[in-house]
């Protein structure tokens, strides 16, 4: 064999060789599973109380008629209009929220809203769908639950809203919020959003419902309904951002078996 054909030979292995090096490493790299994005160890999330709008400047109206005393039990879910009556606004000297009408008795009217709604309040004000405001006193305030009772007094054309259960109530189950948010900027009818039931949450043994049903500053305390609509919760909280990434509709109602065990410690 000649020297040129020699040089030849080399070559042409020195290439195969090559060849097949970078064919090996293509197929390794299709092979190797590409990897998962992660969030930094460092990052918390935390459940951030739903913010209530500053207080309103303009003077409400007051009741012209003494409402009729009437003892209503929770009567049953009938047509949207009828909850939308039931869902109330909550004003204090620090700022505004929402509520609905859990019982209505002979003198008073039953309120629940959230407790951060009226934290640190000297006077907290109902304000009913047609602008009528009453007074409120707050009659027992949960912190670790978020759920405050109120008693304000009997108030006519208002219907306590039914309560239902979050035991039996599957994931993906189809909710509805009404409540106030952004205060004055939206008076008159409660705004209606609606999402699903997420996932069952536990924060410091306090049962919550995760939802992706909007909630805006002012929606605090506002009644999350299913699709009979009966109560399962009220909202109260969101995370907003994990770290330095923002969240979306990541949403959270305390749950209606929680606010029965604070309404159970109101005297009757």
Known sequence: MGR?????LVAVVLAALLVASLGGLAVARWQAAAPLPTLAPDLVLTVTPIPTVPPPATPLATPSVAPSPVTTPHAAFSD????????VQIRTTRGQGSGFVWARETTRTLIVTAAHVVEGASSVTVVVSDGTAYPTTVLARDTQR????LAAPAIAGVTPLPLGSTRELPLGAALTVLGYPLGDLLLGDPTVTRGVFSARRTFDGIAFMQTDAAMNPGISGAPVLDVQGRVVGIAVGSIPWAGQI??????FAVTIEEIERVVSTVSA
């Open 4 to 8: 040129a054909n020699a040089l030849l």
């Open 146 to 149: 978020d759920v405050a009772v």
């Open 246 to 251: 923002p969240a979306q509709g990541v949403n």
């Open 80 to 87: 949207p209009d009828r909850a939308l009556r039931s869902v």
